[in-house]
């Protein structure tokens, strides 16, 4: 039967035939589809964890038990789920333990622009990487195959537009039942001195044994169309290169580490130039460099470093036009929606000169509607340490906001931290109960899971377990309660938090909302209702409009002090 997929969703399938029982994650773009698609398979137990690494962790213990399971993250999850991933490495696994990795070249969706191959090298476990859906479902079964019968953890290296695009894919067969006998074996599960030296000359065997099984797979493909020009390339860059040249003979990599370098040097010597094309680091150029064979790629400046990758890039650069530049400058400014619950905050937040620490999510977006509102966003979790770190240096009281999903994938230990060493700091919970960046996902403190209720967990119950005194709750629609609370937050000595509490606008169900409009009479354009930062409020020639795009939350009459606003009527909006 053959079918459209995304490479996401042929990811989920193949893991489902391949017998997995378990698939865990944290949700983040480009691979939240991978838990969202795979979650349809009642067989498998499926869960948004805490994070990265207790997914990985969690993961682990079922592969353990001699069970397949699957985790799936986008690459700067990888940096959280690292250190469990270095370690299992060297213990390797019981049932097969593959983990899905989305990159994001461009940085569509992402802080940053890395490169999860690399992880490969350093874990010195295998990585595939497939160049579209049906090669995502194919790569997926076959991963976990490789990693049973070489004794390893997988990783399966996806970009953006592999996870996005939608191809063909032929599903075949039946889903497998596997189950493998759980053997207590201490010298290898338990990484102390005296067994880890052992099994690191065991993981050096493994993969050794794995490079020897690389020509044999059939994951790596030769095409020979002409003697001219060669072409060594993976991913959706393989796309790209059949059709910016079409002409070319291709060595097709599917495993990009550890690469085969008979394979390489075979094809090398079968043109007469040699192109090595593959999107973010030259990792596989590098390697062919390495091995002394002459090719031409980002080292030479005739594709970008930087970016994705497309057909028009490949087809500039071999006309010689080797200025062109990768997907990076791109004018995509998105907004806080109107009537977000973050908005109030942030509109009070940006009258005060307060050192504020950020964080990622949706609230990162504020800086477009008020540029100085945050001072730092580094990765989750990290603007609470940032400013409880500048507090300490400053000896000011300092601010760091903070979502509810990301409080508790790694909010708290920075709370800890900025307590054990005295910072004096005023944190803001934004809680929106979802993961609302990424689409909407339960997490711990919703009381939701993928399927059905779960506990809930409460900030506060948190915070005060952490020795926190001042802990206060308001509405995210009440701006002179959210004054007051920042005032006695800011006034209070050392960490004092405030939960800002509001469901998010995209996530509430139909419901009656009561939209405004503005009154041109009584309106007198002092700029009060503009300078809240709200989109649905915008200058209409000499007057000011409130758009159909009004949510309903009432920030823009709570400003208004000449009651220009009004109710218009009441309307009925599905979501």
């Not at 695009?165 to 075949?172: A, K, M, P, Q, R």
């Not at 979802?434 to 997490?443: C, R």
């Not at 700029?527 to 920030?555: Q, R």
Request: with cysteine; proline share 3%.
């Amino acid at each position: 039967m053959k079918t459209l997929l995304t490479g996401n969703e042929a990811v989920a399938l193949g893991a489902y035939k391949a017998g997995v029982f378990a698939a865990t994650g944290y949700p983040g773009t480009p691979a939240i589809e991978i838990i969202e698609s795979i979650a349809c398979y009642s067989e498998v137990y499926t869960e948004w964890s805490v994070n990265e690494k207790t997914a990985l962790e969690f993961a682990s213990g079922i592969s353990l038990s001699g069970r397949r399971a699957l985790v799936a993250m986008k690459h700067v999850g990888l940096n959280v789920a690292s250190d469990p991933l270095m370690s299992l490495a060297y213990t390797g696994v019981n049932g097969g333990l593959v983990i899905a990795v989305s990159d994001d070249p461009g940085m569509w969706s992402s802080q940053n622009e890395q490169d999860s191959r690399l992880f490969g090298r350093m874990a010195n476990i295998p990585v595939l990487e497939p160049s579209d859906s049906e090669e995502a479902y194919i790569f997926t079964k076959r991963a976990f195959e490789i990693s049973e019968n070489f004794d390893l953890p997988v990783i399966l290296r996806l970009t953006r537009s592999i996870s996005h695009t939608s191809t063909i894919v032929n599903i075949e067969g039946n889903r497998k039942d596997c189950c493998r006998e759980y053997r207590i074996n201490v010298e290898k599960n338990v990484l102390l001195p005296p067994f880890t030296s052992r099994q690191r000359l065991s993981l050096q065997k493994r993969i050794e044994r794995f490079r020897e099984f690389t020509p044999l797979s059939g994951l790596n493909t030769v095409e020979i169309l002409s003697n001219r020009i060669g072409i060594i390339t993976s991913g959706i860059a393989y796309q790209y290169v059949k059709d910016a040249v079409p002409e070319a003979s291709v060595l097709k990599i599917g495993i990009v580490y550890p690469l085969n370098a008979q394979e390489i040097k075979e094809f090398s010597v079968q043109v007469k130039k040699l192109f090595v094309i593959e999107e973010s680091e030259p990792f596989v150029e590098n390697a062919v460099r390495s091995m002394g064979i002459k090719a031409k790629g980002k080292a030479d400046g005739l594709f970008p470093v930087a970016g994705e990758l497309n057909t028009t890039i490949l087809r500039e650069a071999f006309r010689g036009n080797y200025s062109i530049s990768g997907e990076l400058c791109r004018d995509n400014h998105s907004a806080l929606c109107p009537g977000c619950p973050y908005l109030g905050v942030f509109y009070l937040l940006s009258s005060r000169n307060i050192f504020t620490g950020g964080d990622i999510g949706c609230y990162t977006l504020s800086v477009h509607t008020f540029p100085h509102v945050l001072d730092t966003t580094l990765c989750m979790g990290s603007g609470i340490s940032q400013a409880a770190g500048y507090s300490v240096s400053t000896g000011e009281k300092v601010a760091a906001v903070i979502g509810d999903s990301t409080f508790f994938h790694s909010g708290i230990p920075g709370i800890l931290n900025a307590i054990y060493h005295n910072a004096n700091l005023l944190v803001i919970v934004l809680d929106n109960h979802t993961t609302s960046m990424t689409g909407g996902q339960p997490h711990i403190g919703t009381g939701k899971g993928i399927r059905g209720k779960k506990k809930k967990l409460m900030i506060e119950d948190v915070l005060s377990g952490c020795g926190i005194k001042y802990i206060r709750r308001t509405g995210a629609y009440d701006l002179k309660e959210i004054d007051k609370a920042i005032n006695e937050g800011l006034s209070a000595k050392g960490i004092s938090v405030i939960i800002i509490d509001g469901e998010c606008i995209l996530k509430k169900k139909k419901k009656k909302i009561s939209l405004f409009s503005i009154d041109k009479k009584g309106c007198l354009l002092c700029g009060a209702c503009l300078a809240l930062g709200c989109e649905a409020i915008v200058k209409n020639g000499d007057s000011y409009l409130i758009k159909n795009s009004c949510n309903g939350c009432g920030l823009c009459i709570q400003v208004c002090e000449n009651n220009a606003i009004k109710k218009a009527h009441i309307n009925t909006i599905r979501r």
